[in-house]
Structures are given as structure tokens and as C-alpha cells.
């Protein structure tokens, strides 16, 4: 069982909005940065969002993240069917020195 | 360019022991902590190890602590992974990782599987 909580599927159509949740304590996400990570299917996980709400070069700002708290959320706008692909939340918990993971949330874009 | 390429990845039996490794390169390698991060067959990520830059702090999940050893060579930009005492559960992808002490991990090897059966 994941340290985090994520739906584990959400669906929208092209061209719409879809928002993933990632829910944590106080110790991981409540202390620390979130980050999030777009895996398509075969490949390694990318880096999509870090430090809550930043975005690494390259990366379109059709997506958004945001903190409050000890939860964390991705926003898609603007949906394609290439952004169909399992995405993860994470941080290190300081107070457990380690790495944690939310357990994935397979997007589908009808 | 960041670059990360896994290796010995393979097939063991329960019990067995295989080491990882991972070269690097396209950063100033002995500046960045480094993980390893696994995904089991159909599984979600799990956070394997962490090593510092300067190798002083190592940090295991429970599920490998006293089994895994993560250690890095700054001379030759590598960090490997040693799994002793392999079991079923093991078997995954393994993915060489650039960072989390931050809270991210900005950069990711392409993966070496490790299957554990007999």
C-alpha cells in the first residue's frame, strides 16, 4: 500500500480538463516539496512537476500542479491523446528519511 | 544532456544476489544524491535507496534494509545497487534515479529488470 493516496483511474475527453489528486500526511507531502511523474506506457517515469508547481523545460504548460496542506494536485487542461499514461505524486518524508510514492492513476482520454 | 544507463539486471533464484549498476553522465555527478526506484511487473513506483553526493548518508525502504547496499564511485560517475538474500517480491524494474532529497527526481535511467525465480 501506498505512503500516498491517488484515484487510481480518471478519464476525461479530448480538449477537456482532469485534475489528480495526491493525499499525504504531514510528515511527507504536509513537509516537503510534491512532485509529479507521467509514465507512458514501456517507458520510464518523466519528470512533469517539482517543488509543487514548477515545471521543467519542455514541459507544456498544460499542466499545473498545486499544494495546500498535506495534499498535492495535477491539473491537465486542454486533454490529447498522447497525455493517456499512468501518473505519480511523490516527495521524501524528512521525518522517515525516505522516498514516497502515490500508487498511480491511469489517465484515459475517451 | 543528463544520462542514465542502467546494467546487471537479469535473471536470479530466490536467495541469489545481483549488482546493479548505472553510469552517468551530461551532470557534475558527486554534487547529487542518487536513488534507486523500483516498479514491480503491473505495479506503481517504490523507492528503493538513497545515497548522498559525498556517499556520508544512505537511506533503505524496510522492504530491502539489511539486504540491499547502495554505494557510489564519484571517480568513474557510477552508482550501483548490491541485492543479497533475493526473494520473489524482488522482482522489478529498477530504475537509476537523479535525486529526491529535494522532494523530485529530475531525472531517470531507461531501467534493468530483475526477475527472482527459480
Known amino acids: 500500500q501506498s505512503v500516498l493516496t491517488q484515484p487510481p483511474s480518471v478519464s476525461a475527453a479530448p480538449g477537456q480538463k482532469v485534475t489528480i489528486s495526491c493525499s499525504g500526511s504531514s510528515s511527507d507531502i504536509g513537509n516537503n516539496y510534491a512532485s509529479w511523474y507521467q509514465q507512458l506506457p514501456g517507458t520510464a517515469p518523466k519528470l512533469l512537476i517539482y517543488?509543487?508547481?514548477k515545471r521543467p523545460s519542455g514541459i507544456p504548460d498544460r499542466f499545473s500542479g498545486s499544494k495546500s496542506g498535506t495534499s498535492a494536485t495535477l491539473d491537465i487542461t486542454g486533454l490529447q491523446t498522447g497525455d493517456e499514461a499512468d501518473y505519480y505524486c511523490?516527495?521524501?518524508?524528512?521525518?522517515?528519511?525516505?522516498?514516497?510514492f502515490g500508487g498511480g492513476t491511469k489517465l484515459t482520454v475517451l | 544532456e543528463v544520462q542514465l544507463l542502467e546494467s546487471g539486471g537479469g535473471l536470479v533464484q530466490p536467495g541469489g544476489s545481483l549488482r546493479l549498476s548505472c553510469a552517468a553522465s551530461g551532470f557534475t555527478f558527486r554534487s547529487y544524491d542518487m536513488s534507486w526506484v523500483r516498479q514491480a511487473p503491473g505495479k506503481g513506483l517504490e523507492w528503493v535507496s538513497i545515497v548522498g553526493g559525498s556517499s556520508s548518508t544512505t537511506y533503505y525502504a524496510d522492504s530491502v534494509k539489511g539486504r540491499f547496499t547502495i554505494s557510489r564511485d564519484n571517480s568513474k560517475n557510477t552508482l550501483h545497487l548490491q541485492m543479497n538474500s533475493l526473494r520473489a517480491e524482488d522482482t522489478a524494474v529498477y530504475y537509476c534515479?537523479?535525486?529526491?532529497?529535494?522532494?523530485?527526481?529530475?531525472?531517470w535511467g531507461q531501467g534493468t529488470l530483475v526477475t527472482v525465480s527459480s
Open positions: 534515479a537523479k535525486g529526491y532529497y529535494s522532494g523530485y527526481v529530475d531525472h
Open positions: 517543488e509543487n508547481n
Open positions: 511523490g516527495t521524501w518524508d524528512r521525518s522517515l528519511s525516505a522516498g514516497v
